[in-house]
């Protein structure tokens, strides 16, 4: 996957040359360019902010530079790129958004500042993604999130595909809880179930647990997925347990 990323201030994405992303660009399975929007403006300070029309505190990012950093990126592309605004007006960026975007074949990205852009650049934007209810400093940080999460979906990217099958989201429930050496740490015991090898009573664990954490901090998610036989009959039988606390 090719990923374009315009910012004002491209020294910000140093994490992309650590860890599974750095192993992922190394490999040649993700191709990450940071553009500098400063590059593209028309005077010598490189201004690319200007006072917001009409009043108001703080400053506006210019359209001019946006579009031609845009032009310059996908000027030799043989299909139109995903192009994507970071900003706090967008959808809110999820485990399926993130399953979506890792079928493009290239995302270019696009990190808001300031008090936000001209409102014209907005005929070249496919969408507007957040990733939460939060102000930020600008759209570097959201973007480092999108492109760590859709990242992880693209096969080469992981060891294998059950690493990032059985993580919190990705079938729509958090995670169930880990444990590694020692078999007993502080007084605190592995569950016996993970001793036994025995596959499918750790599988039903498994599913319990992740149930039942996801039935205690996030309600949300449960209502929202399509819920199996299995799924529904461990679901009451934790509710009946919380009914009795």
């Known amino acids: 996957m090719k990923i374009d990323i315009l910012s004002l201030f491209p020294e910000m994405f140093a994490p992309f040359d650590v860890s599974i992303i750095k192993r992922a660009r190394d490999k040649g399975i993700l191709d990450i360019k940071v553009t500098d929007i400063r590059d593209f403006t028309k005077d010598k300070h490189n201004r690319a902010d200007d006072y917001p ?10 359209a001019d530079p946006i579009y ?3 032009e310059h990126v996908i000027e030799d592309c043989k299909e139109k790129p995903k192009i994507l605004l970071m900003g706090p007006c967008g959808k809110t960026f999820d485990q399926n958004i993130a399953k979506q975007l ?5 995302i270019v990205l696009i990190c808001g500042h300031y008090e936000g852009l001209d409102e014209r650049i907005m005929p070249l934007i496919d969408d507007e ?4 209810d939060y102000v930020l400093t600008g759209g570097e940080l959201a973007a480092m999130v999108v492109v760590d999460a859709v990242s992880r979906m693209i096969p080469g990217v992981l060891s294998s595909n059950m690493s990032y099958e059985e993580e919190s989201f990705y079938d729509g429930l958090l995670e169930y809880p880990q444990y590694t050496r020692p078999e007993e740490y502080r007084g605190m015991k ?8 025995h596959h499918e009573n750790i599988r039903k664990w498994r ?27 461990m679901l009451k039988e934790i509710e009946n347990m919380y009914k009795k606390d």
């Open 129 to 132: 993604i957040s990733i939460g």
């Open 53 to 62: 029309y009409g009043g108001g505190a703080g400053m506006v990012m210019m």
């Open 190 to 197: 592995v569950p016996e179930v993970l001793l036994s090898g």
């Open 207 to 233: 599913r319990l647990e992740s149930l039942k954490r996801t039935y205690i901090n996030r309600p949300d998610l449960i209502d929202s997925k399509e819920l199996t036989d299995e799924d529904r009959k």
């Open 102 to 106: 890792s079928n493009e074949r290239h």
């Open 68 to 70: 031609s950093a845009v």
